[in-house]
């Protein structure tokens, strides 16, 4: 059995939605500091549709598949739509990922999250606050 499903790979080998967007309406970073990748993700948000969306990865073959994978997902999508996406989620549309990468779907999930409050915040939007919640220092994924 082969350790990365073949969608993993295509995603990995062919990323999609790669570089950066000089007008983004929102940008997000996270960070892993036990593994050192580090994730960025920018949104062009249109009458509250994400129309746009681009991503900067630094790290393992994982998180860049994760980090493709995840701007797929919510291209097209509304804000809330693109809340409601969780790494299990990113984990599935990949065919899986090996146990000890799962931390690289989670790392997806709280880039579009960063984004998104950062959008927010940008514009005075009032949001609930528990939705986003800062992880706890040591924790897998951390704001950076």
Same mark, same amino acid.
Request: glycine share 8%; with cysteine.
């Given at each position: 059995? =082969?350790?990365?499903?073949?969608?993993?790979?295509?995603? @990995?080998?062919?990323?999609?939605?790669?570089?950066?967007?000089?007008?983004?309406? =929102?940008?997000?970073?996270?960070? +892993?500091?036990?593994? !050192?990748?580090?994730?960025?993700?920018?949104?062009?948000?249109?009458?509250?549709?994400?129309?746009?969306?681009? @991503?900067?990865?630094?790290?393992?073959?994982?998180?860049? /598949? $994760?980090? $493709?994978?995840?701007? #797929?997902?919510?291209?097209?999508?509304?804000?809330?739509?693109?809340?409601?996406?969780?790494?299990? #989620?990113?984990? #599935? /549309?990949?065919? !899986?990922?090996? /146990?000890?990468?799962?931390?690289?779907?989670?790392? =997806?999930? #709280? /880039? *579009?999250?960063?984004? *998104?409050?950062?959008? @927010?915040?940008? +514009? !005075?939007?009032?949001?609930?606050?528990?939705?986003?919640?800062?992880?706890?220092? !040591? $924790?897998?994924?951390?704001?950076?």
């Amino acid at each position: 059995m =082969a350790l990365y499903s073949d969608t993993v790979m295509d995603h @990995f080998l062919h990323p999609r939605n790669v570089g950066s967007l000089s007008d983004a309406d =929102a940008v997000g970073e996270v960070g +892993n500091a036990r593994c !050192g990748d580090i994730m960025k993700m920018y949104l062009k948000i249109e009458d509250g549709v994400i129309a746009d969306v681009r @991503f900067e990865t630094f790290g393992c073959g994982s998180a860049i /598949a $994760s980090s $493709s994978m995840a701007t #797929e997902m919510i291209k097209g999508k509304s804000i809330e739509e693109a809340l409601a996406v969780t790494n299990k #989620e990113v984990v #599935e /549309a990949l065919g !899986g990922l090996p /146990a000890h990468k799962l931390h690289c779907s989670v790392l =997806a999930e #709280e /880039a *579009i999250r960063s984004a *998104i409050r950062d959008y @927010f915040e940008r +514009n !005075g939007i009032p949001y609930d606050k528990s939705r986003f919640p800062e992880a706890e220092e !040591g $924790s897998c994924c951390r704001m950076v």
